[in-house]
């Protein structure tokens, strides 16, 4: 059984930064494609980085240059958000693709204060 954990978020003032972690429990055979998405109250989840299984990453025009995204190893992926702003303010979400199934975790809240 396959599930994502994630950790790290919590309550900030603009200008700083957090780290969320996500590991993947379970069996894996390989290094599989993974993403952070968020979601803002009233707002659909939206993208805001992912690494494929080569390591490419891609991110959302409004977190470049100020998230990255990061792979330990096969089973865990980080996100470091620096200069944080309060519309960065949602709850965020790891994503990984195994075996052809997308997984979700449950979800980590990360608050910006202005």
């Known amino acids: 059984q396959v599930q994502l954990v994630e950790s790290g978020g919590g309550l900030v003032q603009a200008g700083g930064s957090l780290r969320l972690s996500c590991v993947v429990s379970?069996?894996?055979?390989?290094?599989?494609?993974m993403g952070w998405y968020r979601q803002a109250p009233g707002k659909q989840r939206e993208m805001v980085a992912v690494i494929t299984s080569g390591d490419s990453t891609n991110y959302a025009d409004s977190v470049k240059g100020r998230f990255t995204i990061s792979r330990d190893n096969a089973k865990t992926v980080y996100l470091q958000m620096n200069s944080l702003k309060p519309e960065d303010t949602a709850v965020y979400y790891c994503?990984?693709?195994?075996?052809?199934?997308?997984?979700w975790g449950q979800g980590t809240q990360v608050t910006v204060s202005s």
């Open positions: 994503n990984a693709l195994i075996r052809s199934y997308f997984y």
């Open positions: 379970g069996t894996i055979f390989s290094i599989n494609p």
